[in-house]
């Protein structure tokens, strides 16, 4: 049976992508990739987030505002942000804390991130999580607030090894992008290793954090002619999740590809 593979963090919807979406769907699905998982990051890109969905029948959509976007909302956003959640089946994502960008406001990123945090429980949502140089932060909400019933997923994982099982125990996810293809990644990819084979997911954050052109190909590319990340990527990114958990575990590419396919039909469940 061929390999299947889910992306589970993608942003089809962005600029870069534009004219190239056909062409970047039609290799990954070439590549064995069944379901694009595409999260919106403010009351803007919502919209393109819905009608990819309606569009292809593959797209899994999630809808939420970024940290990015936090102080740049409208008075109205969490209405609008459920009434879209309810219009299709859809995760909330993606949402999350970031104290790496400038200028930002921290109390507004909170504020934001519990808001959507609250309605993942009131609608019974999985959520995908953005963290950056914010984990004290967010391991005191975590700890401090009720559970998401559905568990969340934290993309391109990047925090300290020692929250690994407080975080499991929690419910939650981790995937990790192209990145991991890039040696000078020690921390992130030791972090593979110490991460369950069923608690992993895979992702590239396309059109970000693409892997070396070197291993990856040319592939699509943006107005500059920088290579952007794609779906069609995932084959050698979970490869390569499979060798750094071999350094802890016996893990092989089918095996653990097929894992993940499980960890993700699982998460995303009714939304699948």
Not at 246 to 264: F, G, P
Request: charge should be negative; include cysteine.
């Amino acid at each position: 049976m061929r390999p299947q593979y889910v992306d589970c963090h993608i942003h089809l919807q962005d600029a870069r992508i534009g004219k190239q979406l056909n062409a970047l769907l039609d290799r990954g699905r070439k590549a064995g990739v069944t379901r694009f998982v595409c999260n919106g990051t403010n009351e803007n890109d919502w919209p393109d987030v819905l009608k990819l969905a309606h569009d292809h029948h593959d797209v899994i959509p999630c809808f939420g505002l970024h940290p990015w976007h936090a102080t740049s909302r409208t008075e109205e956003w969490l209405t609008l942000l459920e009434h879209y959640l309810r219009k299709i089946p859809s995760a909330v994502g993606e949402i999350g804390l970031d104290h790496w960008i400038e200028p930002r406001s921290n109390d507004d990123q909170q504020e934001v991130f519990l808001a959507q945090m609250a309605l993942a429980r009131k609608l019974n949502r999985p959520v995908a999580i953005h963290c950056l140089r914010a984990w004290d932060s967010l391991m005191e909400i975590l700890r401090n607030e009720p559970p998401v019933p559905r568990g969340f997923h934290l993309h391109a994982f990047g925090g300290p090894d020692h929250l690994l099982s407080e975080l499991i125990s929690m419910g939650a996810f981790f995937s990790f992008p192209g990145t991991i293809l890039n040696p000078d990644r020690s921390k992130q990819r030791r972090s593979v290793a110490f991460v369950p084979a069923d608690r992993l997911l895979s992702e590239t954050d396309a059109p970000d954090m693409s892997g070396p052109t070197k291993l990856l190909g040319q592939g699509l590319l943006d107005d500059s002619r920088k290579r952007i990340s794609e779906p069609a990527d995932l084959p050698l990114i979970v490869n390569e999740l499979a060798n750094l958990q071999a350094n802890r575990h016996k893990s092989d590419q089918r095996a653990l590809t097929e894992r993940i396919y499980a960890n993700a039909r699982d998460f995303y469940g009714s939304i699948w």
